[in-house]
Each structure stands twice: as structure tokens, then as C-alpha cells.
């Protein structure tokens, strides 16, 4: 079993930043190089979309149109943890933004889309980000 806590959401002004934090653990046998870890967000009223996505076994990353150069993606693998920098936040990045997660070798190969849900196994509870003036 793995579980997955996110945190760092709140209510900040347009062009402020944000850190999230997704930890990740799980039982005996449990490597967190072996994941992909995905934020997704759910904007009120909106679908839920893919924000960002680290491949931890290769450090590949990858990024929404609407987030890209704005946000960063990256990880402490002594922590399990993945960080979301967001910067230059608009009132648009409203949404709940949710970890999850997958094990590389389980989609590997396949056609497998990064912001596709689901793919993804495990899921936090979700952070809220509000972005107003």
C-alpha cells in the first residue's frame, strides 16, 4: 500500500508564489525512485487536468501549456517527497491540487499519457490553492 499526503495549498495574490509538497510512502519493499508522481488540478466547475509530472526513474519531467514556465517541478528522494514551485500565480490556478501516483515499470512502454488520471493508482487528498486579490 502507498499513501500519499500533500500540503503547502492556501490563498495567495495574483504573481505570488507557492511550494506544494507531495510525500509518498508505502510498506515494506517500496522505492520511491520507482515512481511517477503527477499534480493534477481541479479547477471549480473544470475537469480535472495535469499540472506537472516527474518521472523519479530518470528525472524526466513534463508540463501543461498553462503552467509551463511558471511552475517547477522536482524532488528530494531522502524525503519521498516531490515539490510543486508555482510562481507568477494568475486567479486561473484556482483549483484543488491533487499528488498521485504510479509505478514507472507498470506503464512503461505502453501509451501511457502523463495527464492521463487514469493511469495513476494512488491519490492524496488533495491541497487547496486559491489565487485572488
Known amino acids: 500500500q502507498v499513501q500519499v499526503v500533500e500540503s503547502g495549498g492556501g490563498l495567495v495574490q495574483p504573481g505570488d508564489s507557492l511550494r506544494l509538497s507531495c510525500v509518498v510512502s508505502?510498506?515494506?519493499?517500496?522505492?520511491?525512485?520507482?515512481?511517477?508522481i503527477t499534480w493534477f488540478r481541479q479547477a471549480p466547475g473544470k475537469k480535472r487536468e495535469g499540472a506537472s509530472c516527474?518521472?523519479?526513474?530518470?528525472?524526466?519531467?513534463h508540463y501543461s501549456d498553462s503552467v509551463k514556465g511558471r511552475f517547477t517541478i522536482s524532488s528530494d528522494n531522502a524525503k519521498n517527497t516531490v515539490y510543486l514551485q508555482m510562481n507568477s500565480l494568475k486567479p486561473e490556478d484556482t483549483a484543488v491540487y491533487y499528488c498521485?501516483?504510479?509505478?514507472?515499470?507498470?506503464?512503461?512502454?505502453?501509451?501511457?499519457?502523463?495527464?492521463?488520471?487514469?493511469?495513476?493508482?494512488?491519490w492524496g487528498q488533495g491541497t487547496q490553492v486559491t489565487v485572488a486579490s
Open positions: 498521485a501516483v504510479v509505478k514507472f515499470y507498470s506503464v512503461r512502454g505502453s501509451s501511457w499519457r502523463w495527464d492521463d488520471q487514469a493511469y495513476y493508482d494512488y
Open positions: 508505502g510498506s515494506a519493499g517500496f522505492s520511491f525512485d520507482d515512481y511517477v
Open positions: 516527474l518521472i523519479n526513474t530518470g528525472g524526466i519531467t
